[in-house]
């Protein structure tokens, strides 16, 4: 089950996840940015068996919220299942997005650490570490998540700030 939202982002309830999709509900999701401390940020490749955009690169972490969880505590939990890391996220901002079957309000973490990353190969192809730089190329050649297209747009100003 996931929380079912307005516009606002105000809860209206609880929807399984499934039925989100098919309807094109507005649902509660967000994303992690990892970045190391020389400011690199893993980006992950998309398994070619994910029911949504597979094969496109993604963000560090990707996830539905689950009913009953804020954003930040399903972000750490994501974060812990999707790289084997723990670490403290911080909040970097939210948006909202309508990629079908996807309609998300978004809402982007970021956090640092240099703990060996352990990814689930149910959930990615394979993953790499990259610069700012290298990120804003990858977005520009459209192979991504819609989700990372705009994330990054919310967390590109923070990593900055954290390296600088």
């Not at 539905?64 to 670490?87: F, K, M, N």
């Not at 610069?131 to 900055?160: C, F, H, M, Q, Y």
């Amino acid at each position: 089950m996931v929380y079912l939202v307005d516009g606002h982002d105000r809860v209206l309830g609880a929807v399984e996840r499934k039925e989100a999709h098919q309807k094109m509900l507005l649902h509660r999701a967000g994303i992690v940015f990892l970045s190391r401390s020389d400011g690199s940020i893993l980006i992950q490749h998309r398994s070619l068996s994910k029911e949504t955009f597979p094969g496109r690169y993604d963000a560090s972490v990707s996830f539905h919220v689950t009913y009953g969880e804020s954003y930040a505590d399903a972000a750490a939990r994501e974060l812990g299942e999707e790289t084997g890391i723990s670490a403290p996220v911080s909040y970097a901002g939210k948006f909202t997005h309508h990629d079908p079957p996807e309609h998300e309000v978004v809402a982007v973490f970021h956090c640092t650490s240099d703990e060996e990353v352990r990814i689930d190969l149910a959930e990615s192809e394979g993953f790499e570490f990259l610069d700012d730089a290298k990120i804003d190329s990858l977005i520009a050649s459209g192979n991504v998540t819609p989700w990372l297209r705009e994330g990054w747009r919310a967390a590109r100003p923070s990593a900055k700030r954290r390296r600088d």
